[in-house]
């Protein structure tokens, strides 16, 4: 069974409050964290960008068990702030970790789900058996306008998934999507931030899509939420992926554990694969996790997972750091520093 074989996750350590973002365009903090249900946000250093993160989030996943990476025949980074508009993201990564030649790479570009898209490809490519293992990652350095809504919650972040069937500590047992033309959020070559279609986002974009999604994965697979130890959502903030839970028919306590986007902000592409890091760090053998990722645009990915015993006796999960553990580890900014830090002073 095709499956994850390791996983690595990586975190700035950089935050700013929602308030502090509020304070400077004169906003309401209390409406602005009580509507979006985001209090804090990471924030890149000055050299960090989806590169270097896809990078950490490889090396900590290789950190965690030993593969030998001349057997990785693809890597595929999933993102929409690629550092290059003509230079290939997935290729430095390949090479940061010892793995090229590759037989094949390519940057995906999904809005928030280019990283699930990327192990969806990994999957066929494995099961295929075209190659031994391949990597998957979704990371982000997401932009939002000064002022706009997006600022309060777009984030950086990722995490990386290798994929094979040699022993995997999660086998994926099935995957399914569901797409259409929905422009709810694009930004167009050479513009530098973002636009979205407000209340447009939420449905008929976000809302259809997942739970049509969803609802598509438990048909084809015989399941029912009640099934699931765990469910992770896309979350562009924290009220669409627990209305959606909600809508559903699972619980809070199933979506918990990977709902991170209040203490983390939307890590676009790395929302829903740094969702999945989160319960594979205190994941048990034998439970059950669901999965559903969302990109504007628009378009859903749904995975149906079981951990496997190898979790307990093929990685050491303490090798590298936890999802928790990164989001523990901070440093506040302030607006003007944090400006700095996106890059949003230009001269």
Not at 74 to 98: F, L, R
Not at 187 to 214: C, I, M, N, W
Not at 289 to 318: E, L
Request: glycine share 10%.
């Amino acid at each position: 069974m095709v499956g994850i074989i390791t996983y690595g996750a990586y975190i700035p350590r950089y935050r700013i409050k929602a308030e502090e973002i509020a304070r400077v365009w004169g906003a309401n903090a209390a409406d602005i964290t009580g509507g979006l249900g985001v209090f804090e946000k990471s924030v890149p250093d000055y050299d960090e960008n989806t590169a270097t993160f896809a990078v950490e989030a490889a090396r900590f996943a290789l950190a965690r068990r030993e593969v030998n990476t001349e057997e990785i025949g693809a890597v595929y980074v999933g993102s929409e702030s690629h550092p290059y508009a003509v230079k290939p993201t997935s290729v430095t990564v390949g090479e940061a970790i010892g793995a090229t030649p590759l037989m094949t790479a390519a940057d995906y570009e999904f809005a928030c789900k280019a990283g699930t898209a990327g192990i969806q490809t990994a999957m066929g490519l494995v099961s295929s058996k075209m190659m031994k293992y391949a990597v998957a990652i979704g990371a982000d350095t997401a932009q939002g306008a000064p002022g706009d809504a997006l600022e309060y919650t777009a984030a950086a972040g990722g995490a990386a998934y290798i994929i094979g069937e040699d022993d995997p500590i999660a086998e994926i047992n099935d995957t399914c999507s569901y797409t259409s033309d929905t422009p709810d959020f694009w930004r167009r070559e050479g513009e530098l931030y973002p636009r979205h279609g407000g209340r447009f986002s939420g449905d008929p974009g976000y809302f259809k899509h997942v739970t049509t999604t969803a609802k598509l994965m438990m048909e084809k697979v015989g399941t029912k939420p009640s099934d699931y130890d765990y469910a992770v959502f896309h979350q562009p903030n924290a009220k669409f992926p627990q209305k959606a839970a909600k809508m559903l028919g699972f619980t809070q306590e199933q979506i918990k554990a990977g709902l991170l986007v209040p203490r983390l902000g939307n890590t676009y592409s790395g929302a829903v694969p740094l969702g999945l890091a989160a319960v594979l760090d205190i994941a048990k053998p034998d439970d059950r996790i669901f999965v559903t990722s969302y990109g504007s645009g628009a378009g859903s990915d749904a995975f149906d997972i079981t951990v496997t015993d190898a979790i307990i006796n093929k990685i050491d999960r303490a090798c590298a750091p936890s999802v928790e553990q990164m989001l523990e580890k901070k440093k506040y900014l302030d607006y003007a520093v944090y400006a700095r830090h996106k890059g949003k002073i230009r001269m």
